[in-house]
């Protein structure tokens, strides 16, 4: 078996859990101090330069695996194993969801809605509060058969871009409903308090669905080199379908490409996607990238690259630690400079946003490898949802 399977963590996981965690804090920096070159979505390639547009293109790849593993990791905790990876009794996964979904709700409306603008006068309702949605409906359709939660999956993610032509205006019967699920926007705007989706939760929840069914490719008695020929597969099936829909421009994605003037812009024009809510092509393009990242990390020796799965070993301890690092440097750089781009205070160009992050994770290992050590050597129920 492999070494990585017998620790009660799954490395390869816990190291693209760690990898994205890191994209991800490129581009809450980039939301930080270079706000003042905003991006739209999908993005204006008119305006937005190709070291801007291939940052956030990055990013695009955070909020998929997160989901994608969260479904994952959840069939693990249903399925567990001994030390000498026997079978154990099945956990209740249902109750765990729950409880962890509500919990990660309560988080996006309280701390990190805070974290973004000191204040709670608008709460977005963003990338946990997809995942704790996803997590409830994963638990409530635990109980059917792993075959029957795939093809809901493949139906969800598959088909939910059909529904791109449903639109619904404020104040009609079904436009809340709506805008939770598939069309982002405001539920509620007024002067005490706002309330946005950002990330409608209907693709996701279909995501969330497929790392599930996909959970028993992690069984400690799958061999490595089989799971390592299905993650090739995953990877190379994706691929082929984002190529022949997209390249072809039939299906999947609102804005469909052009031939620009150059390479690069007609590269930019293909990578275009749609990620509020992910059309079809984004989701190919970037489970695509997982999967063959997840097959590479696998086969990375236990002395290589140990930073990234000690970030994606507390990944909430991360998320909530890097958006308040963030808040308290703003605050601080606009007392001292004041704002120095319009309304904002910000850098000149995208490499000093990637030189920004490059030092704060430095700033940001140690606390984050003295909490995951603490993790690993208590066993307080508290400690399992961070």
């Given at each position: 078996?492999?070494?990585?399977?017998?620790r009660?963590?799954i490395?390869?996981?816990?190291?693209?859990?760690?990898l994205?965690?890191?994209?991800?804090?490129?581009?809450?920096?980039?939301?930080?101090?270079?706000?003042?070159?905003?991006?739209?979505?999908?993005?204006?390639?008119?305006?937005?330069?190709?070291?801007?547009f291939?940052?956030?293109?990055?990013?695009?790849y955070?909020?998929?695996?997160?989901?994608?593993?969260?479904?994952?990791?959840a069939?693990?905790?249903?399925?567990?194993?001994?030390?000498?990876?026997?079978?154990?009794?099945?956990?209740n996964?249902?109750?765990?969801?729950?409880?962890?979904?509500l919990?990660?709700?309560?988080?996006?409306?309280?701390?990190?809605?805070?974290?973004?603008?000191a204040s709670?006068?608008?709460i977005?309702?963003q990338?946990?509060?997809?995942?704790?949605?996803s997590?409830?409906?994963?638990?409530?359709?635990?109980?059917?058969?792993r075959?029957i939660?795939?093809?809901?999956?493949?139906?969800?993610?598959?088909?939910?871009?059909?529904?791109?032509?449903?639109?619904?205006?404020?104040?009609?019967?079904?436009?809340?409903?709506?805008?939770?699920?598939?069309?982002?926007?405001?539920?509620?705007?007024?002067?005490?308090?706002?309330?946005?989706?950002?990330?409608?939760?209907?693709?996701?929840?279909?995501?969330?669905?497929?790392?599930?069914?996909?959970?028993?490719?992690?069984?400690?008695?799958?061999?490595?080199?089989?799971?390592?020929?299905?993650?090739?597969?995953?990877?190379?099936?994706?691929?082929?379908?984002?190529?022949?829909l997209?390249?072809?421009?039939?299906?999947?994605?609102?804005?469909?490409?052009?031939?620009?003037?150059?390479?690069?812009?007609?590269?930019?024009?293909?990578?275009?996607?749609?990620?509020?809510?992910?059309?079809?092509?984004?989701l190919?393009?970037?489970?695509?990238?997982?999967?063959?990242?997840?097959?590479?990390?696998?086969?990375?020796?236990?002395?290589?690259?140990?930073?990234?799965?000690?970030?994606?070993?507390?990944?909430?301890?991360f998320?909530?630690?890097?958006?308040?690092?963030l808040?308290?440097?703003?605050?601080?750089?606009?007392?001292t400079w004041?704002?120095?781009?319009?309304?904002?205070?910000?850098?000149?160009?995208?490499?000093?946003?990637?030189?920004?992050?490059?030092?704060?994770?430095?700033?940001?290992?140690?606390?984050?490898?003295?909490?995951s050590?603490?993790?690993?050597k208590?066993?307080?129920?508290?400690?399992?949802?961070?």
């Amino acid at each position: 078996m492999p070494s990585n399977i017998q620790r009660n963590r799954i490395r390869s996981i816990d190291m693209m859990r760690g990898l994205v965690m890191l994209i991800m804090l490129v581009d809450h920096v980039r939301e930080r101090f270079f706000l003042h070159m905003q991006v739209t979505d999908p993005m204006d390639i008119d305006t937005t330069s190709p070291a801007l547009f291939f940052t956030r293109l990055a990013a695009h790849y955070c909020a998929p695996t997160f989901v994608f593993l969260t479904g994952l990791s959840a069939w693990l905790y249903a399925n567990p194993v001994d030390k000498a990876n026997s079978p154990k009794p099945k956990r209740n996964v249902r109750e765990f969801l729950i409880k962890r979904g509500l919990f990660i709700l309560f988080l996006e409306i309280t701390l990190i809605t805070f974290s973004w603008g000191a204040s709670f006068q608008t709460i977005y309702l963003q990338v946990m509060w997809a995942i704790g949605v996803s997590m409830i409906t994963l638990a409530i359709l635990s109980y059917l058969p792993r075959p029957i939660i795939l093809v809901l999956g493949i139906i969800i993610v598959f088909g939910h871009n059909a529904l791109t032509a449903i639109t619904y205006v404020p104040h009609e019967t079904d436009y809340t409903l709506w805008t939770m699920l598939h069309d982002r926007g405001y539920i509620l705007q007024s002067a005490p308090l706002n309330i946005k989706v950002s990330y409608p939760v209907l693709p996701w929840i279909g995501v969330i669905l497929l790392g599930y069914a996909c959970g028993p490719l992690y069984n400690p008695r799958i061999d490595m080199e089989v799971r390592g020929r299905w993650l090739i597969g995953l990877c190379g099936v994706s691929l082929v379908l984002f190529l022949v829909l997209r390249g072809l421009n039939i299906y999947g994605e609102t804005l469909p490409w052009t031939f620009q003037d150059g390479v690069i812009a007609t590269f930019m024009s293909i990578f275009n996607l749609t990620k509020y809510p992910p059309s079809l092509a984004f989701l190919l393009l970037t489970l695509a990238g997982m999967f063959i990242l997840l097959f590479a990390f696998e086969r990375v020796k236990d002395n290589q690259l140990r930073f990234l799965d000690t970030f994606g070993s507390v990944p909430m301890f991360f998320y909530i630690l890097h958006l308040y690092t963030l808040l308290l440097m703003y605050g601080i750089a606009f007392i001292t400079w004041g704002a120095n781009k319009g309304k904002y205070v910000g850098v000149d160009n995208i490499f000093q946003i990637w030189a920004i992050s490059a030092g704060l994770s430095l700033v940001l290992y140690f606390p984050v490898k003295w909490f995951s050590t603490y993790k690993a050597k208590h066993h307080s129920p508290w400690l399992k949802y961070l």
